[in-house]
């Protein structure tokens, strides 16, 4: 394997930690907001993320290569007052992390 296509890999483990960590906080928020249908379905996203993320981990290992892990920045979910804004966040994080697994 490349240095380079390991390194888009071990990135987008980091990614796809980083939409399980968002998921969570919104879940969070929503519980807050006292949506507990939503912010199971959320909790939900956030374990698929974090599936996708040990499937590249997996790929990685199973390729005899040994995956870097990196930060996982916190998500700004500040902005996030409404389930408007709930769903508009997840919309737009979903577009990026397809962008992300296009371009791999």
């Not at 240095?3 to 929503?30: C, G, P």
């Not at 499937?55 to 995956?67: D, K, Q, S, T, Y």
Request: charged residues 25%.
């Amino acid at each position: 394997m490349t240095d380079k296509v390991k390194n888009i890999l071990d990135q987008q483990i980091t990614e796809e930690l980083f939409s399980a960590y968002l998921y969570l906080a919104l879940a969070a928020r929503l519980e807050s907001m006292n949506f507990k249908g939503l912010a199971n379905w959320m909790t939900v996203q956030a374990k698929e993320e974090e599936d996708h993320a040990m499937g590249f981990f997996r790929f990685l290992i199973e390729r005899g290569e040994e995956p870097v892990l990196q930060a996982i920045n916190s998500p700004d979910i500040s902005k996030i007052k409404t389930i408007a804004d709930v769903c508009a966040a997840g919309l737009e994080h979903e577009k990026h992390i397809t962008a992300l697994i296009h371009n791999i």
